[in-house]
């Protein structure tokens, strides 16, 4: 089943910058306005390490599940990872609604601060929930021979409270995408190469 990446947010800016990096990929939807109308199976959370949903999306994700849902991920966040989550991991986890029946936890920050330096969280948080993802689809179809997962949603990851530029955010989202959804992994052959694509993402952008 194909998979089809949902990009929204309520940001001009930022839908303007997907558009200019992501272009017009048919594996991408790309749109203005409120996440919680798309009808997707899975929705991406960029929280911070600790699970506390106190702004966002997070916080509207947990309105939507009456008020449970940041327990829950703060429980799941303790027992696996003893109380705080990486930025460059993410977790999976069901949200008990009908849509979006589950939610990738992906943290873009530590905790929930602007962000002045230059950093890589927007690529780290969207390639780990792309990869958790991956993960969970290659599970249900080894367990049950097929999976109805067709649809994920981003926001602008690291682009609400860690206030990160909404181009940086998006080619950071977009190197991630080419990586794990088209496969187009670089070679990390050398510490020079390494570094020079660590710079590549860190450079101010605007569109």
Same mark, same amino acid.
């Given at each position: 089943m194909p998979l089809t990446v949902h990009l929204r947010d309520q940001n001009p800016e930022m839908v303007k910058s997907w558009q200019a990096f992501f272009g017009r990929?048919? +594996?991408?939807?790309?749109?203005e306005g409120n996440i919680f109308e798309l009808d997707v199976a899975v929705i991406v959370?960029?929280?911070? !390490?600790? %699970?506390i949903m106190e702004g966002g999306l997070a916080e509207?994700? $947990?309105?939507?599940?009456? %008020?449970?849902? @940041?327990?829950?991920?703060? +429980?799941?966040?303790?027992?696996?990872?003893? %109380?705080?989550?990486?930025?460059g991991s993410a977790e999976i986890i069901t949200t008990k609604l009908d849509k979006p029946r589950l939610a990738i936890i992906a943290p873009t920050t530590r905790v929930p601060i602007r962000m002045t330096n230059a950093n890589v969280n927007s690529y780290l948080a969207t390639r780990a929930a792309l990869r958790t993802l991956a993960a969970y689809i290659r599970q249900e179809r080894d367990e049950k021979g097929a999976t109805d997962i067709d649809s994920i949603a981003f926001a602008g990851m690291g682009a609400g409270? =860690? +206030? $990160? =530029?909404?181009a940086?955010?998006?080619?950071?989202?977009? @190197?991630?995408?080419?990586?794990i959804v088209l496969g187009q992994e670089p070679n990390f052959a050398t510490?020079?190469?390494a570094t020079a694509h660590d710079a590549e993402l860190r450079k !101010?952008?605007?569109?």
């Open positions: 990929n048919p +594996k991408v939807d790309i749109s959370s960029p929280a911070n !390490s600790f %699970g509207q994700l $947990n309105k939507l599940c009456e %008020g449970q849902f @940041e327990s829950r991920v703060r +429980k799941l966040i303790q027992d696996k990872f003893a %109380g705080e989550l990486p930025v409270t =860690a +206030k $990160n =530029a909404p940086v955010v998006a080619f950071q989202m977009y @190197e991630a995408f080419c990586q510490i020079e190469a !101010s952008r605007y569109i």
